[in-house]
Nanobody
Framework: QVQLLESGGGSVQAGGSLRLSCAASGRPLSAYGMGWFRQAPGKERELVAAFSRNAVRIYYADSVKGRFTISRDNAKNMMYLQMNSLKADDTAVYYC?????????????????WGQGTQVTISS
């Protein structure tokens, strides 16, 4: 099993930046596909960005392309989400997750391990 812990959320004005971190323990992140999800009030949880296992493929939601960057440091067992040019619509609880990470790495259902979430609030 792997345990995940997010940090770095907060409140910023529109146009600002935040960097989310996800610390993993228990097993190497390189063994998993990894993703950042978010859930806004009254909405379904959605995938923001993800790596397939071994980072062969990277996915970004259309809504964040060009603004968000996902990265990972396998040596530190960490994953990051750099978020720039933030908008009010980015307001949500952000979760990191780990799963099998094969060809279906963009599907929420393949993610078995989740962090507790970190709140991101963007004021306009």
């Amino acid at each position: 099993q792997v345990q995940l812990l997010e940090s770095g959320g907060g409140s910023v004005q529109a146009g600002g930046s935040l960097r989310l971190s996800c610390a993993a323990s228990g097993r190497p992140l390189s063994a998993y596909g990894m993703g950042w999800f978010r859930q806004a009030p009254g909405k379904e949880r959605e995938l923001v960005a993800a790596f397939s296992r071994n980072a062969v493929r990277i996915y970004y939601a259309d809504s964040v392309k060009g603004r968000f960057t996902i990265s990972r440091d396998n040596a530190k067992n960490m994953m990051y989400l750099q978020m720039n040019s933030l908008k009010a619509d980015d307001t949500a609880v952000y979760y990191c997750a780990a799963g099998a990470g094969g060809s279906s790495y963009t599907l929420l259902s393949v993610y078995d391990y989740w962090g507790q979430g970190t709140q991101v609030t963007i004021s306009s």
